[in-house]
């Protein structure tokens, strides 16, 4: 059994790492923990239901064994630039005006009260039913002796490992990259330089909100849409980013990643029921030894 | 007529019952700082013991003890006070943010065990027949609940001058030099540490009495009050009334559960009859407004102005952005 | 400081004066109250379930209305919370003044409800779907002071008709996957008992908490001990989400399914062509025409019929309600309470479902002659603990669509309990 769990875990852990990279970078460049980050998952998830439902399901033609086809993509681009603009507006409407007054704690709460709300609207606008992209459900293959997975979670996995390769491009790579980069580390000595902040917090949630709307559809994919579903991944996402240290970004994907194949390989252990208090047991034992989690930089 | 008092009655019960844990929060928040987003685990493990103490014989889960009230009381808060001596040791060493998740995750666990441990807490089926103080000496529901309404105050009141004696004498100016400058107070000879763990301590006792007298006035616990949810209400509480102000964390408990409990009246009113059911998610999101204009309008809330908030401890790096 | 005290008093004071507005008052209008959750992890049941209840409402008023006065519901949201639910349950005995609460969906609210807003003041309370058997305790403790009914069934009915219905259709190893709260604890430890009692075994059975991102491995633990069926018990949502990935890990087609998951919703998300076998339980009865009134009703109304769970049993909370009042010639909770008994039962001409059986029930009663209601969910007998007893309907999934294909009655039912002991 040993085997599937873990590939169960692998499944759940590339979900997770892909929400929480838009955690941290949001955590360490605006400085706050943003609870309505689940929010954005869920509506990237949605976003992307627009579409494959104005395309007509995915029930036409697939690619191979995979149970999607041409739409998918489409809404995966779709769902990236919209969930961008909704994070934004949100961002100016409400979190550009309380960073202002200095006052952090504002800023979690007002996130909070912005999950409340985005979650809601989900429930007034598309109903509070789960929703699928696919009526088909693939019956998992054996690919190693014990271990059964389906042709989508294979597909996740090895999307999520192509985005954070293109992430790491991006930031070491490219001038915006690292100017983001420059301003997490230290934010009055970035704009000395020049940067331009303001255009720094837009990428910010830009890069987190179109990796959240992604994750939300990864998990739209492999399990289903719900309006409570961001919400309810959004603890193992902040466990996940603090485990791997906030503020860097391959620190969330193994924090994912851990989060990930320890809950799911506790089942071994113990009952299924306390698999969510796994996740943060780990997480505290993990900062009672690295205070600053696995790959975090101290701040202290 | 009568309706209305007995119902302000048993909100302002209610009111005052989150008031208590707001005042913890603020004890740990507003003066020293502790981001503790694990409030409602204090509150379940306060309801919890109240009523394993407190409750006649009963199968199916640990209890049968028969406590009188106010020992029952006591009992449950030392036990969140010994929770939280446990937890705080290893957690309070964290950063702030970190100390935040730390805490809602254990949180989160204490739910689930109250949730799977059937022989301790019952399970999901909880725990019924918690009783109450004096109960059999009244006969109508409203003089009971105005009896309940006036221990309330009394313990509110005692609540509110033993904080404010406690913020104002030489302990609690310490601790707001700790939550100013950590570093600084450690230089004088103040083991920052050992006064951080205090105030965490003390903070969770009040949420572990406002669970026991919570359980008390129900009369009926089980797991699923005790949501992450409920520790964003008291936060909300803290925040829209003013951190650092013992009577803004009050004033905030009655205005944020009149907004809570209030709006559904509203909506209910405003709605037309076919999409009622749509009332409750379009509560929610009135709830979710109202809260961040209050806190767009006044981010240091109502009374939280004349003392300076904790939070410009954790500076904000990118607070001039305009 | 003083002025921002006043500030706020003010604020205060609009605030609740906006919020405690009471409901405009009609000539002739009778309102009972209703505690739902309409949000939260019941959200997507508990608006259906609401729906059901208002068509009952629909229904009497278009019946003539309760004692010739239009009936009204007020509706809240309990948010799936029991603090919440217990304010807007309160505000409905004390503001407006409701006799009848129909509500709440879980136990845990329901029971929080009962503890402290509707036994100490006197208010009828009658859940759609809470199945704690803490509930007929208290009510054994005389706590409830008779005030407290439901229209679900108990959890031992329909073990005991699922644990039959699996044996009879030659089930000998099965899983149970159960939700961790008063319902899924309740049928999986009773099915469980009974299963075993029968000559069947149980080969796991695993708990899972409501809410969580994935089940995947609590499918793999189910899996092993190679079982040939699956009981679920939960809800559409989360259960909708262990059934597939149920038949994602290639476990068995065969499914067993309480009332909670007899829902056309779920068994389209999950994709009938993958449920090879599925028998299912829930409280009613195929026999009678309640159930069909209901369903055109419910489709004239809203425009289409999800089958789910608990819709049938809230329209039938009301229907009693309204029946109690109309044969008490009054409107308060303690007549509601002493002439629910009067209207249901198996004395008297049987009464259905809809407009004409509204009507009909009145005409009985202006005749002086006795009746009882046979709801959409059956023939409801009400014990003096308020707990029902009816007979059990057996459904499956034939092309694709929910459907009853036969029924329990009590005495088979009462026969199994007897026999196996308990």
């Known amino acids: 059994m040993f085997g599937q769990y873990l590939a169960d875990g692998i499944i759940l852990g590339s979900t997770l790492a892909l929400g929480a990279i838009g955690l941290t970078l949001t955590y360490n460049i605006l400085n706050f923990a943003n609870f309505a980050h689940g929010s954005l998952l869920t509506w990237g998830a949605y976003f992307a239901w627009i579409i494959v439902v104005a395309f007509g399901g995915v029930q036409g033609a697939t690619f191979g064994p995979l149970s999607f086809g041409w739409p998918l993509v489409v809404a995966l681009l779709f769902t990236a630039v919209m969930t961008s603009i909704l994070a934004i507006i949100v961002d100016w409407l409400v979190f550009r005006i309380l960073r202002k007054t200095n006052i952090q704690v504002s800023l979690v709460i007002a996130s909070f009260g912005a999950s409340l709300l985005l979650r809601n609207l989900v429930v007034v606008i598309f109903g509070p039913e789960p929703q699928y992209y696919s009526e088909n459900i693939q019956i998992a293959r054996e690919i190693f002796p014990g271990v059964r997975v389906t042709p989508d979670q294979i597909f996740v996995v090895c999307l999520s490992i192509i985005l954070v390769i293109l992430l790491h491009l991006f930031m070491t790579r490219t001038k915006l990259g690292k100017a983001m980069r420059a301003t997490a580390d230290n934010t009055s000595l970035a704009q000395v330089t020049g940067i331009n902040i303001n255009n720094i917090v837009r990428w910010t949630w830009i890069v987190g909100a179109s990796l959240a709307a992604v994750a939300g559809v990864f998990f739209g994919l492999t399990v289903q849409i719900l309006p409570e579903m961001g919400f309810n991944l959004l603890l193992f996402l902040f466990a996940a980013a603090i485990l791997g240290g906030v503020g860097s970004i391959y620190g969330a994907i193994l924090g994912g990643m851990v989060i990930g194949i320890a809950a799911d390989l506790s089942v071994l252990f113990i009952s299924p029921a306390y698999k969510p208090a796994v996740a943060f047991t780990l997480m505290i034992l993990v900062l009672l030894i690295r205070p600053s989690g696995i790959l975090g930089e101290k701040t202290r | ?322 | ?422």
Request: glycine share 12%; net charge positive; charged share 15%.
């Open chain 2, 1 to 322: 007529m009568i309706g209305w008092i007995s119902y302000i009655v048993f909100f302002l019960i209610l009111a005052s019952i989150y008031a208590i844990m707001a005042l913890g929060l603020n004890l740990q928040w507003g003066y020293t700082g502790l981001f503790n987003i694990g409030i409602v685990g204090f509150f379940a493990v306060g309801a919890y013991t109240f009523s394993i103490l407190a409750t006649p014989d009963q199968v199916g889960h640990l209890g049968g003890y028969n406590w009188p009230f106010l020992l029952a009381l006591l009992g449950a808060m030392v036990m969140s006070g010994i929770v939280a001596l446990i937890v705080g040791v290893p957690t309070l060493r964290l950063r702030d943010d970190y100390l935040a998740i730390a805490t809602i995750g254990i949180a989160v666990s204490i739910q689930l065990i109250a949730n799977n441990l059937s022989w301790l807490t019952g399970g999901p089926q909880g725990i019924y027949n918690i009783p109450q103080p004096l109960a059999n000496y009244f006969s109508s529901n409203l003089g009971y609940n105005l009896f309940f309404l006036g221990m309330m105050m009394f313990i509110l009141v005692l609540v509110y001058v033993g904080l404010e004696r406690m913020v104002n004498s030489p302990w609690g100016r310490v601790l707001m030099a700790i939550r100013e400058d950590e570093t600084a107070a450690g230089s004088v000879g103040k083991n920052a540490f050992s006064y951080r763990l205090q105030s965490f301590v003390i903070g969770a006792v009040l949420m572990g009495l406002s669970g026991a007298l919570y359980a008390s006035f129900i009369k009926y616990i089980s797991p699923t009050l005790f949501m992450p949810i409920l520790t964003f209400q008291v936060w909300a509480m803290l925040i829209v009334g003013g951190s650092g102000s013992n009577l803004g964390a009050i004033v905030g408990a009655v205005l944020v559960w009149a907004l809570w409990t209030g709006s559904g009246t509203v909506v209910q009113w405003l709605l037309p009859a076919d999409i009622q059911v749509k009332g409750g998610a379009i509560q929610i999101i009135v709830i979710g407004l109202v809260l961040m204009l209050a806190l767009l309008f006044r981010p240091r809330g109502l009374l939280g102005e004349r003392k300076e908030v904790a939070a410009e401890e954790t500076k904000s790096k990118i607070s001039n952005i305009q």
């Open chain 3, 1 to 422: 400081m003083q002025k921002h005290l006043k500030k706020t008093l003010v604020a205060s004071a609009v605030i609740s004066a906006l919020s405690f507005a009471p409901m405009a008052a009609q000539a002739c209008t009778t309102t009972i109250g209703s505690v739902m959750a309409l949000t939260g992890s019941l959200g997507a049941l508990g608006q259906s379930i609401a729906k059901g209840a208002e068509l009952a409402v629909d229904t009497v008023n278009k019946a003539g209305g309760v004692n010739g006065c239009t009936l009204k519901m007020n509706l809240r949201d309990d948010q799936t919370n029991p603090a919440v639910g217990v304010a807007a349950a309160k505000q409905l005995v004390d503001i407006n003044h409701v006799p009848a609460i129909v509500g709440a969906l879980s136990s845990g609210v329901s029971m929080a409800i009962l503890t402290s807003v509707t036994a100490p003041s006197h208010v009828v309370q009658i859940s759609p779907s809470s199945t704690s058997p803490s509930f007929t305790e208290l009510a054994k403790e005389g706590k409830t002071g008779g005030y407290w009914f439901r229209t679900a069934p108990s959890d031992a009915l329909q073990s005991v008709a699922m644990a039959k219905e699996a044996r009879a259709n030659g089930l000998k190893r099965v899983a149970v996957i159960y939700v961790k709260n008063p319902y899924g604890e309740g049928l999986a430890g009773e099915f469980s008992s009974y299963f075993k009692k029968m000559g069947g075994e149980v080969t796991a059975s695993v708990p899972y908490n409501p809410n969580q991102p994935s089940y995947r491995s609590e499918v793999s633990s189910a899996l092993q001990g190679d079982p040939q069926a699956v009981f679920l018990i939960g809800y559409p949502g989360d259960g909708t989400t262990v059934a597939r990935e149920w038949i994602s890990a290639g476990g068995p087609q065969v499914f067993l399914l309480p009332d909670g998951l007899e829902s056309q919703k779920f068994v389209n998300d999950v994709g009938p062509r993958y449920m090879k076998k599925v028998i299912g339980t829930a409280g009613g009865s195929v026999k009678t025409p309640s159930l069909t009134i209901f369903k055109n009703d419910f489709k004239a109304k809203y425009g289409n019929y999800p089958t789910q769970a608990y819709m049938t049993n809230a329209y039938d909370a009301v229907m009693v309600i309204a029946l109690a009042m109309e044969k008490g010639h009054g409107t308060s909770a303690n007549v509601i309470k002493d002439n629910i008994r009067q209207v249901t039962g198996m004395a008297g001409e049987p009464v259905y479902a809809g407009v004409k059986g509204f009507e009909k029930a009145a005409r009985l009663i202006k005749e002086g002659k006795t009746f009882h209601y046979v709801g959409a969910t059956g023939p409801l007998t009400f014990d003096k603990y308020g707990d029902v007893s009816g007979p059990m309907a057996i459904w499956t999934v034939k092309n694709g669509k929910v459907e009853q294909t036969g029924m329990m009655s009590v005495k088979e039912i009462d026969a199994i309990i007897k026999k196996y002991g308990h």
